[in-house]
């Protein structure tokens, strides 16, 4: 005989998600990014690059957002005026000397060649604005992180959301990492497996449970973020 399906488990429980309402509150409502469309050109690019330079090591991702230098070897009208083994060469050089993990002297690796296809992409859209243009004409979230994650490489399920939130183009999603998993472990939470298997159950849980009503998914995201080792101390050293 068929019976109902069963329900998923649920992987944070009222006293959890209390413990956690309780401690995000503490903060102040974070100012969101700008609008994709109050953006330049160039600062687009750049954000687009910089989820390709902060994987395994965030601290460069700093000087790519913030150095007058970056911004005028990465210039995207500048690389797009040059040849492709000149561009190639440009990005690699800049990579290499803001310290991008896992980029060394060869030009020929993953990062760089992350870096190329991701430029091409823009530059096929038409550019930077018209390329977040066509995301922001996706029916939804999901169709967003689909089209992000095929036409661009190292834009996975967080790396998606993140500049969805960045852009402001989606509010209802969470760029979940291993510091959100610490957090949950922090209130108790058993989080089985990887955060990868379980992305959409965590994130509707976090945004049900903690965020709703009064912040946004967003918002969350950018408090836990923000705040990430203060909200440690208080969860570790009470």
């Known amino acids: 005989m068929g019976g109902l399906p069963l329900m998923p488990k649920q992987i944070l429980t009222e006293p959890q998600a209390a413990r956690l309402r309780k401690l995000v509150r503490l903060y102040p409502k974070p100012k969101m990014g700008k609008s994709w469309k ?29 150095s007058p230098a970056v911004g005028e070897r990465l210039a995207f009208s500048r690389l797009k005026s040059l040849s492709s083994r000149l561009r190639r060469q440009r990005i690699h050089s800049v990579l290499q000397a803001i310290g991008t993990r896992y980029v060394g002297k060869n030009s020929r690796n993953r990062k760089v060649d992350a870096a190329i296809h991701n430029f ?3 530059v096929k859209a038409g550019g930077p ?3 977040f243009k066509k995301v922001a004409a996706k029916k939804n979230k999901e169709a967003k992180v689909e089209y992000l994650s095929n036409e661009l490489r190292y834009y996975k399920k967080k790396g998606c959301r993140d500049i969805l939130i ?10 979940l990492d291993q510091r959100i998993r610490r957090v949950l472990e922090g209130v108790g939470v058993t989080v089985a497996g990887s955060i990868d298997r379980q992305y959409q159950q965590i994130e509707d849980e976090l945004i049900k449970k903690v965020a709703e009503p009064s912040l946004t998914g967003g918002q969350l995201d950018r408090i836990l973020f923000q705040n990430y080792g203060d909200i440690m101390v208080r969860l570790l050293c009470p």
């Open 38 to 66: 109050q953006r330049t050109p160039d600062q687009i690019w750049l954000r687009v690059l910089s989820q390709i330079v902060v994987a395994g090591n965030a601290a460069p991702g700093e000087t790519l957002r913030h």
């Open 120 to 122: 091409n992409a823009l």
């Open 129 to 131: 604005r018209q390329f």
């Open 166 to 175: 960045e852009f402001q183009l989606a509010s209802d999603c969470l760029a």
